[in-house]
């Protein structure tokens, strides 16, 4: 893969990774630095997760129990691993080199955890503490194993993908698009809105909640979530670490008003909570969106993203401490969204969903079913409003934002307004998706409002492809989705003992998607971007010519 | 169309730049620089590297605020005392003056850049081009009728597909169809303008420039890097511009032929000063030119310039 001139060249490595610069002959000096960098980072990843370990004694104290011969182990693996792969002479650059060290330290980390797993047998071996280092090495065959097959699938085998790989998805994806746009659209809507009764059909009333609520539901408002955010990141290129604050603001305006200000005020309009909050929760985001924005204006980049990325910790701090106002961790309960003013369970004897329309059963599904078409429509909405602003100034201006701010002022555009209507518009969105969440959840607090959230929004939106509306919702599916189907895999328990979680795996999978996608992918499942006009055809522009935006 | 009466008249001042000085720290970039450009005519800017020209257009352009200086921008007819009260009054510009009927003065010192270019209509291009890559070549053109098509669409009430934003839409297209046809890019229209050639990239710019109707457009070397066909290429279609558009432009130009052949006057910078100022035939004359041409060129040869900052 490399080229013969620039490994004689011996040139400086400009990466600062020259430990791992495979154009330096192979001596034993470098395998050890080399397995030494690896150690180091194996010691990085575990510390916290291994040495040191909270549990309670006897009589119920915490204690800290110190597990630094594991600890030591797991660096010896990685030490080894490295050093035996230097020996083997195997080769690459050095992104993919950072990916086997990353994999490897992930792939211990997994396999701690699933011999974790195996419970007592584990368990009462790892108290004996000198058995640690038997039990490291096996883990070391283990790994070696697993690294070689790795190693040689992803380097042997790469060789004969490397034409076909980078190249089917792309061709996939662009059909696929264009596809999409032309026919599938009506297709796509039939299949939504027949989704919950085909579950209720296949599955029953048990088994539609969960399909319903579970995933399409779930998976519909992280939707909403990152096309609201793809305005902001993909679109203007303004890159926010916090857009989780304005969910919480809209679930917070939603929670405060139909449990305060109605009951104080209009009680009779209590039923229609969530229809007469849910405008107000999206101008009160857009309002938050402007605040944020006014101070950030002049940031770019890594700044921009650190500054959006306190505020969104500043909201959920306000939320946790301002016990008064938002009862802080204890967290509010809401009111249950009611079908245009008709609950689907009364506990005062209300007319309810069900009598009305003559449905018996329970009212979940129904509601599960109505929250489903709610959330549809407010996804739908966002989607249709992406789509109209994009083939409007404001919207085109976004773009060219996201291209060349300095050509944009030159052209008379204003960016400050430009700017902030993107935070307002795309916090706005996250309004309406968070006042929908306290209202479907019936119960809010801070824990739902932390930056991990945001964190995996972004996530959605960079790994769709930034702008492109239709891979946000793939990526968006195949991860909610994803992770939601992982609590279906019980079965795993019979393999790894009953301790295993296959959900608790999510974030390791995740990050091993992000990483493959870095390096097959890095602009995201769909990169191509749709011109939001034409004169003659419509010829998508290739991803390698957008811009990603630096402020 | 959209232009605004009373236009300058051709041959009366049209940008009156008087004192203009500009440091960076210790470096004065510009030093006390004068220098009027005409209405209807090309005025050209020349110097050896570093001299201080692409300073001199982020100042006009207001991408930097000079140290201090005035710019003004007439609209209509010259009043000396109009520049005069404005200055005393503490305005952007004179009152009336962004009123399409009535003559005014802009004080560009004052105003941020965007408002240079959407009011007192001064475009620009830059020396390293500055196109919007991923979008297409008709989406750059559209997007430099911002401004009109906003009054058209209004912030949202285009999100409901109103029929006069529509007919303005349709109206901003035609007008970069026409430009397109001009520069001979309509077949690449739907194309992403960072998948053009070079040269195309530069025409490309230069008429998104002229999108936005302005009555001054800069232009920062607009020739550098082109082939001697490119180069016949974008003399005519600058030729075109002045009679077609009657727009002024301020020029940027290392190559002496384009300058000697299409500027009616001629403006020279060495180290931030202004070292002469007249018709092509009286620059290329003059001896204090001859000598910051040829006799200092063994010395400019080191010292492109580096400095951080919008660079053209
Ligand atoms: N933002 C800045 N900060 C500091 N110094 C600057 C800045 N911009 C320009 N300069 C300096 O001002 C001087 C004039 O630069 P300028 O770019 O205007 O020259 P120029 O005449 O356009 O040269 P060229 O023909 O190479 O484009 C140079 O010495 C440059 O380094
Ligand atoms: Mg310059």
Not at chain 1, 37 to 50: D, H
Not at chain 1, 85 to 114: C, K, T
Request: aromatic share 10%.
């Amino acid at each position: 893969m490399t080229e013969p001139s620039a490994q004689a060249a011996n040139a400086p490595s400009l990466t600062g990774t020259s430990a791992y610069n495979h154009s330096e002959p192979i001596t034993f000096i470098r395998q050890l630095r080399y397995a030494g960098v690896a150690m180091l980072l194996a010691f990085g990843l575990s510390m916290p997760l291994l040495a040191l370990k909270l549990s309670q004694d006897i009589s119920n104290h915490l204690i800290v129990e110190q597990r630094f011969l594991l600890l030591a182990s797991a660096m010896l693996i990685a030490f080894a691993c490295g050093l035996r792969w230097r020996l083997f002479g195997l080769r690459s650059q050095w992104p993919a080199e950072a990916l086997y060290l990353v994999l490897s330290a992930l792939l211990l980390f997994f396999l701690i955890r699933a011999f974790h797993g195996l419970g007592s047998l584990f368990e009462a071996t790892l108290d004996k503490g000198g058995s640690e280092f038997l039990i490291a090495l096996g883990l070391l065959a283990c790994g070696t194993a697993l690294q070689s097959a790795l190693a040689y699938a992803l380097h042997v085998e790469r060789d004969r993908w490397a034409a076909a790989l980078p190249a089917m998805p792309e061709g996939l994806a662009a059909r696929f698009g264009g596809h999409c746009a032309k026919h599938a659209n009506t297709g796509a809507l039939v299949a939504l809105v027949a989704f919950p009764f085909l579950m209720l059909a296949l599955t029953g009333t048990a088994g539609a909640i969960k399909w319903v609520d579970n995933f399409g539901v779930q998976i519909l408002i992280y939707i909403m979530l990152g096309w609201g955010l793809n305005i902001v990141v993909g679109l203007a290129g303004l890159l926010d670490l916090g857009y989780v604050a304005f969910y919480a603001v809209g679930a917070y305006a939603y929670a405060l008003i139909a449990t305060q200000v109605i009951p104080a005020t209009f009680p009779a309009l209590g039923v229609w909570a969530f229809w007469i909050c849910l405008p107000i929760a999206g101008l009160l985001a857009a309002l938050w969106g402007v605040i944020l924005g006014f101070p950030v204006l002049r940031l770019k980049g890594d700044y921009l993203a650190i500054v959006t990325l306190a505020f969104g910790e500043i909201i959920r701090l306000v939320l946790v401490n301002w016990t008064e106002v938002t009862k802080g961790d204890t967290g509010i309960q809401t009111p249950r969204i009611t079908f245009f003013g008709l609950p689907f369970a009364s506990a005062t004897g209300d007319r309810t969903f069900g009598e009305v329309f003559g449905l018996s059963g329970s009212p979940t599904i129904y509601r599960s079913i109505f929250l489903y078409f709610v959330i549809l429509a407010l996804a739908l909405l966002t989607a249709y409003t992406t789509n109209r602003l994009r083939r409007l100034p404001v919207g085109r201006a976004w773009e060219a934002l996201r291209e060349d701010e300095i050509a944009c002022r030159s052209l008379g555009i204003d960016t400050t307004s430009t700017k902030l209507t993107a935070f307002a518009i795309g916090a706005g969105f996250g309004g309406f998706a968070g006042a929908f969440f306290a209202a479907r959840q019936g119960f809010i607090n801070p824990k739902s409002f932390e930056f991990i959230e945001s964190a995996t929004i972004l996530a959605l939106v960079v790994l769709g492809g930034m702008g492109s509306l239709l891979g946000v919702a793939l990526s968006a599916f195949a991860v909610i989705g994803g992770t939601e189907l992982l609590r279906e895999l019980d079965w795993l328990k019979s393999i790894f003992g009953p301790t295993f979680d296959p959900a608790q795996y999510r974030m390791l999978i995740f990050g091993a998607a992000m990483i493959a996608m870095m390096i097959w992918k890095p602009r995201g499942l769909i990169s191509e971007r749709e011109p939001s006009i034409f004169l003659k055809e419509r010829k998508a522009v290739s991803g390698t010519l957008v811009k990603e935006g630096h402020g | 169309m959209m232009f605004r009466v009373p236009k300058t008249p051709p041959g009366a001042p049209l940008l009156i730049v008087e004192h203009m000085t500009m440091r960076f720290g210790g470096l004065i970039a510009i030093n006390d620089l004068s220098f009027t450009a005409k209405a209807g005519e090309i005025t050209a800017l020349i110097g050896p590297n570093g001299a201080g020209k692409t300073t001199v257009f982020n100042c006009i352009t207001g991408f930097y605020k000079p140290t201090s200086g005035r710019m003004a921008l007439i609209k209509g007819t010259h009043d000396p005392a109009q520049i005069v009260a404005t200055t005393r009054l503490g305005g952007r510009w004179s009152p009336g003056a962004t009123q399409p009927q009535t003559p005014g003065v802009f004080l560009l010192e004052r105003m941020p850049d965007y408002e240079i270019a959407a009011k007192a209509r001064v475009a620009r291009t830059f020396q390293n081009i500055r196109l919007f890559p991923g979008m297409t070549v008709l989406e750059n053109l559209v997007v430099a009728q911002h401004n009109q098509l906003m009054q058209a669409a209004g912030w949202f009430t285009g999100l409901f597909g109103a029929a006069s934003y529509k007919a303005a839409e349709r109206q901003a297209v035609e007008k970069a169809a026409t430009w397109l046809d001009k520069i001979g890019l309509t077949a690449r229209a739907d194309d992403a303008a960072g998948a053009l050639p070079y040269g195309a990239q530069r025409r490309l710019e230069i008429v998104r420039a002229m999108c936005t109707e302005p009555v001054l457009l800069c232009l920062d070397e607009p020739a550098a890097g082109l082939n001697p066909r490119e180069s016949a290429e974008l003399n005519a279609l600058l030729r075109a511009i002045r009679q077609d558009s009657g727009v002024s432009i301020l020029l940027i130009e290392h190559d002496m032929s384009v300058v000697m052949e299409i500027s009616d006057h001629v403006v020279v910078l060495e180290y931030g000063t202004k070292i002469s100022d007249g018709t092509p035939e009286h620059v290329r004359n003059d001896p204090k030119v001859i000598a910051a041409y040829l006799g200092v060129e063994d010395e400019e040869v080191g010292i492109r310039d580096q400095g951080p900052g919008i660079r053209g």
